[in-house]
């Protein structure tokens, strides 16, 4: 039984959502508070964005997206989580990185979970503006002992 509980404290559940173009949904909001962190994956544009997002209580990693001015912001974080190399950054890659196993973005305003290669490409979709019939959407990223689920949660 121990082992059962420490594995689940292990698991971490990292909310991401990407493309919010200056608007964020209540409903948004109120999806984020269980998680551990949140991932913004760029396109904030208005900053006020994040400060209602770390309003909600875990720890909000944002980058910079095509749309945002805030230089201070970065193009692209490295993170380890659950064993994996996860990248974040608004532009999807056009190839596969070598030094990473997920990429996790936005821009295109489409959700995506494919394999290119050893590469995981994850995309929430867009808060506001979605793209090619897709529903406006967020997801849940949990990460534990090497292991991913992906779950996207759409908002209509």
Do not use: Y
């Not at 209540?26 to 208005?46: F, M, N, P, Q, T």
């Not at 996790?104 to 979605?130: D, E, I, M, Y």
């Amino acid at each position: 039984m121990a082992n059962l509980e420490q594995s689940r404290e292990k698991t971490r559940r990292i909310f991401v959502l990407a493309d919010t173009h200056n608007r964020l949904p209540e409903r948004v909001k109120e999806i984020a508070k269980s998680a551990d962190e949140i991932w913004h994956l760029g396109d904030v544009c208005a900053e006020n964005i994040l400060d209602e997002l770390r309003a909600v209580g875990p720890q909000v990693t944002v980058v910079r997206g095509n749309c945002d001015s805030n230089t201070d912001w970065p193009l692209v974080v490295d993170l380890v989580r659950g064993g994996l190399k996860l990248r974040l950054q608004h532009i999807p890659p056009d190839h596969s990185p070598k030094d990473a196993d997920v990429v996790l973005h936005g821009h295109t305003h489409v959700p995506r979970h494919q394999k290119r290669g050893s590469v995981l490409f994850l995309n929430p979709g867009c808060v506001t503006r979605a793209n090619q019939g897709a529903p406006p959407s967020v997801a849940w990223l949990e990460s534990a002992d090497g292991k991913l689920n992906w779950k996207l949660v759409s908002l209509r």
